[in-house]
């Protein structure tokens, strides 16, 4: 897991370094909040969602029209579960830190000191750190904390660029099952809503 970690960041760094030679490079800082949930497609509970955080870095290379946009934040995302069982409520606690790399392509309306952007794309989320709590009512359900060390997802949004200021508004869809033992279809959905400095 270290070794893919150390990839991922020689990954985005080497990245950097090739694109800041382009024209219509830019780099900047992200910081945001995001609302998640960790859908199950059998409904074995009721889900809440819970308010997380994201921070990190981004960049960006624009093209014929296009840019290009990869990313590399470090997040929190999860869930609380609740279930009734014979008249009693039984509760549980997911909580991830991952570290998230997407890859956007986009296009933006506008001069470069103030556009509207729209960007879609997927991105891959490496879990760093995992926190369990599940109470003692969970009898029918076993095995529902055993999490994958990585996820896939795809993102789609739209965004403003206001002079050095950049705000993103985006929707994640979890594509694959984080559930190790494949016995619950469990996939991380979010919205993410970012400010960004160039």
């Known amino acids: 897991m270290k070794k893919v970690l150390i990839i991922t960041c020689l990954f985005f760094t080497t990245s950097v370094a090739a694109l800041a030679q382009l024209p219509n490079f830019t780099l900047g800082i992200k910081g945001g909040v995001n609302y998640s949930s960790l859908k199950t497609k059998d409904d074995l509970t009721d889900a809440n969602s819970i308010l997380g955080y994201q921070i990190g870095a981004w960049t960006r290379v624009g093209f014929a029209g296009m840019y290009l946009q990869p990313e590399l934040y470090l997040g929190s995302k999860g869930n609380d579960f609740k279930q009734q069982v014979s008249g009693n409520e039984a509760t549980a606690k997911v909580r991830f830190t991952t570290l998230d ?45 055993n999490y994958k060390d990585q996820s896939l997802g795809l993102q789609a949004g739209a965004g403003i660029d206001a002079g050095n200021l950049s705000v993103d508004l985006r929707y994640e869809a979890g594509l694959s099952n984080v559930d190790k033992t494949d016995k619950y279809d469990q996939k991380q959905n979010l919205f993410h809503l970012s400010l960004g400095y160039k």
């Open 101 to 145: 790399l997407p890859i956007l392509l986009g296009t933006k309306i506008g001069p470069n000191k103030f556009n509207l952007r729209f960007m879609a794309g997927p991105v891959i989320s490496f879990i760093v750190d995992k926190k369990t709590t599940f109470s003692s009512g969970f009898t029918n359900v076993t095995d529902y904390n």
